[in-house]
């Protein structure tokens, strides 16, 4: 990779993208075009039709699937290319299992050593969790940003970065079958009744109750999405 290529146009109209950072932006642009499904899950990716699409060259496209393939969004294949992956019934009760015992023990935490004033973020999180799922005008979108934005920030005042590193990976292949779980009818008003129970367990700094509430959340969660 030339370490000082020219400067490229953004496909997202046209901010110039930094030359060191280029790959990392390629890299975003494709993470986010996977989870919103315009790239399929099996599906090939067409190197060559992207980087012309990008007004790149091919060295930081495939830098940029040399990354997501180390977060486990591509494959790689030998002498076929990239493909977006495929989650298997196994691997996502394998990433199910890994989250429901990282957040379940970042939950623990947060109950016994969060200070008020974050608490009361995680309270005002979950009222704009209530207000996306309110009957008759449910906003999915909104639910699933909103619902990461609880669990990412209880992670951040649990306060392990190793941990936090390991969940965030684990979130973007859970990403991959998102669309099959809450989509399902009623999982989403499960979900906010399972929300509503950590809060309760939270506000009350139970840590047990806390991490109990919360593998029931992902134990739900990994069947809704079976």
């Given at each position: 990779?030339?370490?000082?290529?020219?400067?490229?146009?953004?496909?997202?109209?046209?901010?110039?993208?930094?030359?060191?950072?280029?790959?990392?932006?390629?890299?975003?642009?494709?993470?986010?075009?996977?989870?919103?499904?315009?790239?399929?899950?099996?599906?090939?990716?067409?190197?060559?039709?992207?980087?012309?699409?990008?007004?790149?060259?091919?060295?930081?496209?495939?830098?940029?699937?040399?990354?997501?393939?180390?977060?486990?969004?591509?494959?790689?294949?030998?002498?076929?290319?990239?493909?977006?992956?495929?989650?298997?019934?196994?691997?996502?009760?394998?990433?199910?299992?890994?989250?429901?015992?990282?957040?379940?023990?970042?939950?623990?935490?947060?109950?016994?050593?969060?200070?008020?004033?974050?608490?009361?973020?995680?309270?005002?999180?979950?009222?704009?969790?209530?207000?996306?799922?309110?009957?008759?005008?449910?906003n999915t979108d909104a639910?699933?940003?909103?619902?990461?934005?609880?669990?990412?920030?209880?992670?951040?005042?649990?306060?392990?970065?190793?941990?936090?590193?390991?969940?965030?990976?684990?979130?973007?292949?859970?990403?991959?079958?998102?669309?099959?779980?809450?989509?399902?009818?009623?999982?989403?008003?499960?979900?906010?009744?399972?929300?509503?129970?950590?809060?309760?367990?939270?506000?009350?700094?139970?840590?047990?109750?806390?991490?109990?509430?919360?593998?029931?959340?992902?134990?739900n969660g990994l069947e809704?999405?079976?």
């Amino acid at each position: 990779m030339n370490p000082q290529p020219a400067p490229t146009t953004d496909p997202r109209g046209g901010k110039s993208l930094s030359p060191k950072a280029l790959y990392v932006e390629v890299a975003e642009l494709l993470r986010q075009r996977i989870f919103r499904r315009e790239l399929e899950p099996g599906s090939w990716i067409d190197e060559l039709r992207i980087a012309e699409e990008y007004g790149i060259s091919r060295t930081p496209l495939r830098e940029a699937l040399k990354v997501l393939a180390a977060e486990g969004l591509v494959t790689m294949k030998v002498r076929r290319g990239a493909y977006v992956t495929e989650v298997s019934a196994t691997d996502l009760a394998d990433v199910y299992h890994l989250l429901s015992l990282l957040e379940s023990d970042a939950a623990g935490v947060v109950a016994t050593k969060a200070t008020n004033a974050e608490l009361a973020e995680l309270q005002a999180l979950h009222a704009d969790l209530e207000a996306a799922a309110l009957p008759g005008a449910v906003n999915t979108d909104a639910f699933f940003a909103v619902n990461e934005r609880f669990h990412m920030r209880l992670l951040e005042i649990s306060n392990n970065r190793w941990r936090d590193q390991m969940v965030a990976d684990l979130r973007k292949v859970m990403k991959l079958n998102r669309h099959n779980s809450l989509l399902k009818t009623g999982r989403i008003a499960e979900s906010l009744a399972e929300h509503r129970a950590v809060m309760s367990a939270l506000s009350a700094r139970d840590a047990e109750a806390t991490v109990s509430r919360m593998r029931e959340h992902f134990a739900n969660g990994l069947e809704a999405a079976a």
